[in-house]
T-cell receptor, first 115, second 106 residues
Framework: DSGVTQTPKHLITATGQRVTLRCSPR?????VYWYQQSLDQGLQFLIH???????AKGNILERFSAQQFPDLHSELNLSSLELGDSALYFC??????????????FGEGSRLTVL | KNEVEQSPQNLTAQEGEFITINCSYS?????LHWLQQHPGGGIVSLFM???GKKKHGRLIATINIQEKHSSLHITASHPRDSAVYIC????????FGAGTILRVKS
């Protein structure tokens, strides 16, 4: 058990819909990272939050947004969903600071299927 | 050219064999991560290193910053080591290799 909790584990929805994925980091970790893993693109970094502030953006689409709340949990919002958004979405947390990732602890992932 | 290249893509070994997975990268980094992903999908961090060598049990990771190269070694491999091993380099964000699919046969 990594200590990182992601919900939901599985999600099936239709094109055009909007979903929210939730992540609770390990106790004491201020950094939360979101990653997308698809069959054709592998693992890709989406976005990093540190203590409530956005610190780095990767290949995150404009249809996607995220935030980190005062209690440090984070949500990834995916809207106007397309078939190609079907993927595993991982959240990870670390004690790393804004500029250094640190050792990562991954959640079990949320598997999104868009039909 | 990808920023992170792993080799081999696929590897099948007999139980007990010594295994090496390689990772080469082309960008400046502050650290390199080795991750393990089991068939169920979960990802576990094995190592984070910025120089030299680290060892956990039967796993050894090395990095040569000048040559921009890292290796992950598994000694006395076991079927439970079967997984995907992923190298990721940390510039100001993680960039992942495509992964090495390892199968260890008993």
């Amino acid at each position: 058990d990594s200590g990182v909790t992601q919900t939901p584990k599985h999600l099936i929805t239709a094109t055009g819909q909007r979903v929210t994925l939730r992540c609770s980091p390990r106790s004491g970790d201020l950094s939360v990272y979101w990653y997308q893993q698809s069959l054709d693109q592998g693992l890709q970094f989406l976005i990093h939050y540190y203590n409530g502030e956005e610190r780095a953006k990767g290949n995150i689409l404009e249809r996607f947004s995220a935030q980190q709340f005062p209690d440090l949990h984070s949500e990834l919002n995916l809207s106007s969903l397309e078939l190609g958004d079907s993927a595993l979405y991982f959240c990870a947390s670390s004690r790393g600071t804004a500029g250094v990732t640190g050792e990562l602890f991954f959640g079990e992932g949320s598997r999104l299927t868009v039909l | 050219k990808n920023e992170v290249e792993q080799s081999p893509q696929n590897l099948t070994a007999q139980e007990g064999e010594f295994i090496t997975i390689n990772c080469s990268y082309s960008v400046g980094i502050s650290a390199l991560h080795w991750l393990q992903q089991h068939p169920g999908g979960g990802i576990v961090s094995l190592f984070m290193l910025s120089s030299g060598k680290k060892k956990h049990g039967r796993l050894i990771a090395t990095i040569n910053i000048q040559e921009k190269h890292s290796s992950l070694h598994i000694t006395a491999s076991h079927p439970r080591d079967s997984a995907v091993y992923i190298c990721a380099v940390d510039g100001n964000k993680l960039v992942f290799g495509a992964g090495t699919i390892l199968r260890v046969k008993s």
